[in-house]
């Protein structure tokens, strides 16, 4: 085993789904170049089939997306660790790689070059440092974990001797990193949007009871419009939180919602019992404040009457109704506007 490991860090796509860690794997795209293991093992000759694969792409990003392949390709070594960070999910999963990238073609795999991994673990993001999170939300698809490595190799109980990469290769990796001025920004405005939500996600971890989180999302409902009220708190049968639009609460649709203060995953069982609390005109609504297992994400594509609301969701439902919040709840998660591109209008 290594004794002081190079640790690198991995972005994939927020649609991606469990399949990198089912199957072992991080992966990257370009699915323009083909086959990248063909491409000589230079960065200039990266460089050369990018510009001839995405010819408009901007002059800025070129050298940063084609030391990204190089490194993923060329750097890596069996028994370097990987950490990367699964935007659909929130999870931090971390690894060792185990061999040279291969090509796997696969029409539903936009990620179709493979790094084979040994999965030492996954952590929802707030066991982790925010200046960690912020290092590993780099805009780079492939980069090197420098300043916080040691707290990741410690979460799978590993531990490096603390010393750094010589200065002519951390220079040659940063050449790399240096982006034109719309990629920086394109950065910036992500960075900020996770860094809220990491911050929102915390608070309400480390401020709030369950019986607390229920109280929040009964608000949020009437904020939303709905008439809310929080259940007893022993006997509530999975229910902890019913909402309805009529005053009284007699006419249908009825929301029943189970209210999970976790950031872990939360399994299909869990949503089976909500579900099983369910009568005509009755619909169900399960909230945490992390992801949702395979099995239920499938349960409710395929139930019209159910809704899953994960903890990224719910940071973006909160600041929709910020400014309807009772003053406790502003007090709780002390937010102030700020403005960035809008990405979605590119």
């Known amino acids: 085993m290594v004794s002081n490991p190079t640790v690198w860090g991995v972005h994939m796509g ?45 002059t800025g990003a070129i050298p940063v997306d084609a030391g990204s392949m190089f490194k993923f390709l060329h750097k890596i070594k069996a028994d370097d660790i ?84 010589d200065a002519a290769a951390a220079q040659a990796d940063a050449q790399d990193d240096i982006a ?27 401020e709030l009871s369950g019986h607390q989180f229920e109280e929040l999302i009964a608000h949020l409902l009437e904020c939303m419009g709905y008439t809310a009220r929080v259940t007893p708190k022993s006997g509530d049968g ?21 209210c999970k203060r976790t950031t872990s995953q939360t399994s299909r069982p869990d949503v089976d019992q909500l579900l099983g609390t369910l009568g005509d005109g009755e619909y169900g609504l399960f909230i945490n404040l992390g992801s949702f297992a395979r099995g239920a994400v499938e349960l409710e594509r395929n139930r019209a009457k159910l809704r899953l609301i994960n903890g990224e969701q719910l940071v973006m439902i909160l600041f929709e109704n910020y400014a309807n919040l009772a003053p406790r709840y502003r007090v709780l998660v002390p937010l102030k506007q700020i403005f960035v591109p809008d990405l979605t209008q590119e």
């Open 14 to 58: 927020v649609h991606v789904s469990d399949r990198p860690i089912e199957g072992g794997y991080v992966g990257i795209g370009w699915l323009a170049m083909g086959d990248l293991t063909k491409i000589g093992a230079s960065r200039e000759a990266f460089k050369t089939a990018l510009v001839a694969a995405y010819p408009d792409k901007k």
């Open 82 to 165: 990987v950490v990367y960070p699964s935007k659909f999910d929130r999870m931090v999963n971390i690894g060792r790689f185990t061999g040279k990238a291969i090509y796997v073609p696969d029409d539903h795999d936009e990620y179709p070059t493979h790094q084979k991994v040994e999965w030492l673990g996954h952590f929802p993001r707030d066991e982790f440092s925010q200046t960690a999170l912020n290092e590993i939300g780099s805009f780079l698809t492939m980069f090197r974990v420098r300043r916080h490595a040691n707290e990741f190799l410690r979460k799978v109980n590993l531990m490096g001797d603390g010393t750094t990469p």
């Open 180 to 206: 034109d001025d719309d990629t920086a920004t394109v950065s910036a405005t992500i960075q900020a949007e996770t860094s809220t939500s990491d911050f929102v996600i915390k608070r309400l971890m480390k």
């Open 238 to 258: 999975g229910v902890d939180v019913i909402a309805h639009m009529d005053p009284l609460g007699f006419q249908p649709p009825i929301v029943k919602v189970q």
